[in-house]
Every structure is written in C-alpha cells, then in structure tokens.
T-cell receptor
Framework: GNSVTQMEGPVTLSEEAFLTINCTYT??????LFWYVQYPGEGLQLLLK?????DKGSNKGFEATYRKETTSFHLEKGSVQVSDSAVYFC???????????FGTGTSLTVIP | DTAVSQTPKYLVTQMGNDKSIKCEQN?????MYWYKQDSKKFLKIMFS???????INETVPNRFSPKSPDKAHLNLHINSLELGDSAVYFC??????????FGSGTRLTVV
C-alpha cells in the first residue's frame, strides 16, 4: 500500500540555520510527491511538488528532490526565517490522483 | 475569490446536538474531501467524492454523513455530537495529480 513517513518533531532552529525535514514513502507505481505547509490557525497550503523521479520542486527558498532509488523527498532550506515557523506535511498521491497520503506532520519553530 | 471556502470557521456546541459544515469550491475540480485534524496535527481522511459520487469512505462513525449536491459542494453533517468529535475539519478539492487545495478549516468544539 501507499504510505508516507516523515521525521518527528518538533524541530527548533535558530534563524538562518539550515533545515532538513526527512520524508520517505512507500508506493505502488509512480506517485507524485508534495510538501504542504500549515501556518498557525490556517489551512494547509501547497509548498512544492514533484511528479516524477529526479524532479526538483522549489518554492520560497525550499527545495525537495524526488529520489526513486531511496524513495525519499526530503525538504531543505538553506537559511530559515522566523516566518517559516509552521507545520510541514509530506504527501503523495496515487497514480489516479484520487487519494493523497499524508505524513504525520513536522512542527518547525524558528527562533530569532 | 476564495478557492475552497468552508463555513463556519468556528463552531461551539453541546454534546448531543446535530451540526453541519458547508464547503464550496470554485476551482472546477472533480474531487472533494473531508479531513479531520486532531490536536497533534494528524490528518485523517474521512470522505472523498468525485463528481458527486462517494469514492472514499473511511472508518468513521455513521453519525457523520457527507452530502454532495453538485461537484462544487460537499457538506458534512454530524449527528449526536460527542466530546471526541472536537477537532479541526478541513475540506479540500483536487484535480488528478495537481495537488490539493484546502479550505481554512472549521474548528469544532463540543462541550
């Protein structure tokens, strides 16, 4: 079956630190992979996505590369800001796109 | 224009009451969903409709009943509310593998 495993939080970093949030997946076929971000009190927003192996998704300084060989889609950012404090969800969609599978979320707090 | 809008944003009600949450999307997406997010931020899918047809019905109490009058609307009705129903409920829509668009959530508190 399909599933997503992401590193547990919470994660606390100082401003300008390097961020990595690990995400690995199990899937049949060729899923699409996503990172969503949820700011306090808000709904989830699509941060970036990749639809095939070796694709790199990027947005707002965040990047993630679809690695089929390691079944991973780790989220990285070179220099985090206080405004990046949020919960980050890794997700995959099956080939039909009818269902998404979310990880458990990783809470990030960036301190000045 | 809000892409996925759900109402109300906050709902406080007593145990045993019946309540509804409404959701509308103006994106032209074929598929809509209801998710429940608990206090630890864990997201659990409840229902999914594709073009008004129920395609995912996870193990939720049958006190929860979705209704999709057309493909732009997916409402959630909850009967006999219990304390454990307190959570944030998110509506979302999607089109093939383009990703979800979420509503801003309805925070339900049962007292």
């Amino acid at each position: 079956g399909n599933s997503v495993t992401q590193m547990e939080g919470p994660v606390t970093l100082s401003e300008e630190a390097f961020l990595t949030i690990n995400c690995t997946y199990t899937a049949t076929g060729y899923p699409s992979l996503f990172w969503y971000v949820q700011y306090p009190g808000e709904g989830l927003q699509l941060l970036l996505k990749a639809t095939k192996a070796d694709d790199k998704g990027s947005n707002k300084g965040f990047e993630a590369t679809y690695r089929k060989e390691t079944t991973s889609f780790h989220l990285e950012k070179g220099s985090v800001q206080v405004s990046d404090s949020a919960v980050y969800f890794c997700a995959l969609s099956d080939r039909a796109g009818n269902q998404f599978y979310f990880g458990t979320g990783t809470s990030l707090t960036v301190i000045p | 224009d809000t892409a996925v809008s759900q109402t109300p944003k906050y709902l406080v009600t007593q145990m045993g009451n019946d309540k509804s949450i409404k959701c509308e999307q103006n994106l032209g997406h074929d598929t809509m969903y209801w998710y429940k997010q608990d206090s630890k931020k864990f997201l659990k899918i409840m229902f999914s409709y594709n073009n008004k047809e129920l395609i995912i019905n996870e193990t939720v109490p049958n006190r929860f009943s979705p209704k999709s009058p057309d493909k732009a609307h997916l409402n959630l009705h909850i009967n006999s509310l219990e304390l454990g129903d307190s959570a944030v409920y998110f509506c979302a829509s999607s089109q093939f593998q383009l990703g979800y668009t979420f509503g801003s959530g309805t925070r339900l508190t049962v007292v």
